[in-house]
């Protein structure tokens, strides 16, 4: 099942003017999906969507938006115990919450209040309209980058239970530890640039300003084809 692409590179000094760009870049690399009439791109919210967006226009694909919620170690936000995605999708870190201590209870609090941010996001992105159906497409699942891959691990979990024909994660950045472990769960795996010192997904971009809920809807009512 599981792929790494050959289109993978390591260069470090591979930078970006901005998500846009990258998704430009990113879609090159991707070419060789270009033409089949069973994909779809989804955007992780938020950063993912303007990076999917360049993808799915190049690619003449249909794009949504696809969420993954962090699941923060209490008293600790900024340490991700596993995340929570559209659909169900869920990752936890045992060993992490075996060292600290955390209690089931606490976990299930965590993903309560996340499933519920989750929830009110999607209907703000997306409104009355359907959600994609990813079940027997080529889906491509896009984000501004990784770092540690636990959330696309939980979005790429959550669209394999829809029963696509298969799954390709892609990102504009990633070091290539976390883009090896997810290779062994999606199809194939587009990394453009794995830079040798990894720091954050940020590193690479000139213009990595956060992107707002009123970008995220601008982009989905625009066209993609």
């Given at each position: ?26 879609a090159q ?49 900024e340490?991700?115990?596993?995340a ?29 209040r ?18 994609a ?20 691990l939980a ?43 990894f ?27």
């Amino acid at each position: 099942m599981a792929g790494w692409s050959g289109l993978a590179r390591r260069s470090g000094r591979r930078t970006f003017r901005d998500r846009r760009d990258a998704g430009r870049v990113l879609a090159q690399a991707l070419a060789a999906y270009q033409g089949r009439d069973d994909l779809l791109v989804l955007g992780l919210a938020r950063g993912g969507v303007p990076v999917g967006w360049e993808v799915a226009s190049e690619l003449r694909a249909p794009l949504d938006v696809f969420l993954v919620r962090k699941l923060g170690v209490p008293q600790w936000e900024e340490l991700a115990m596993g995340a929570v995605a559209s659909g169900g999708g869920l990752v936890v870190n045992d060993d992490l919450m075996r060292n600290l201590g955390i209690s089931q209870q606490a976990l299930r609090d965590t993903i309560e209040r996340e499933t519920e941010e989750l929830n009110r996001r999607e209907r703000a992105y997306r409104g009355d309209r359907p959600a994609a159906d990813p079940k027997a497409k080529v889906a491509i699942i896009v984000d501004d980058g990784i770092a540690t891959g636990a959330s696309m691990l939980a979005a790429v979990r959550a669209v394999r239970a829809a029963q696509p024909k298969s799954i390709v994660v892609a990102v504009p950045v990633g070091p290539m530890s976390a883009c090896k472990q997810l290779s062994r769960e999606a199809d194939d795996v587009v990394c453009a640039t794995m830079p040798e010192s990894f720091e954050a997904v940020g590193q690479v971009y000139e213009d990595f300003h956060q992107v707002s809920d009123d970008e995220v809807r601008e982009l989905l009512a625009k066209p993609t084809r």
